[in-house]
C-alpha cells in the first residue's frame, strides 16, 4: 500500500484506468475469430473430401488390383497384410486431421474456452501440410498466441 509523500498516511488504491479503445479491439478481434473459424471449416471439408477421394483411389487402386502382393514390393520383404493396414492408417489420419480442423472451426465459432487449445493443437499438426495447412496454421497461432491474445480470447468466453 502505498503511502503520502507528505503525511505519510496510507493512500487508497485506485484501480488502473479502462483501457479507451479496448471494446473496439475486442471486437476487431472477435471478427477476425470468425474468419479464421470460417477458414478452419473450409479447410476441413476440403481435407476430408480430398483425402476421401486419394484413399478411395490408393485403396481401390493398391489393396484391390493386388499391388502389395503382384506389385514392386512383392519380393521386398513387407508381408501381405502390410499394404491394406496402411490404407487403413490413412483412413484414420484423413478422418482424424478433417476431424480436428472442424472441431477447431467449430470451437472458434462458438468462443469455447476449449476451442482456443483445439485450434492449436490443429495448427501444430497442420504446419506440415504445405501451403494452405502451414498459411492457416501460421495464422492461426498468431491469432491464438501471446499473452495480448489469450486475453482478448478469454474475453470473448467471457462476453
Known sequence: MAACPRCGAPLMSVPPP????????????ASKMRALSTVWF???????VFGVIGM??????????????????AHGGFPFWFGPQIIRFGWM??????????M??????????????????????????FPFGTAIAIWT???????RNTTLYDRLTQA
Open 18 to 29: 479502462t483501457y479507451p479503445g479496448f471494446q473496439f479491439e475486442l471486437a476487431a478481434y
Open 42 to 48: 473450409i479447410y476441413g471439408a476440403l481435407a476430408l
Open 56 to 73: 478411395a483411389f490408393a485403396d481401390a487402386w493398391l489393396a484391390n488390383r493386388g499391388f502389395w502382393m503382384h506389385g514392386p514390393f
Open 93 to 102: 489420419y484423413v478422418i482424424a486431421r478433417a476431424g480436428l480442423a472442424i
Open 104 to 129: 477447431a472451426g467449430y470451437g472458434l465459432m462458438e468462443r469455447a474456452p476449449w476451442g482456443r487449445i483445439v485450434a492449436i493443437i490443429a495448427a501444430v499438426v497442420n504446419l506440415i501440410k
Open 141 to 147: 497461432l498468431v491469432m491464438l498466441l501471446g499473452y
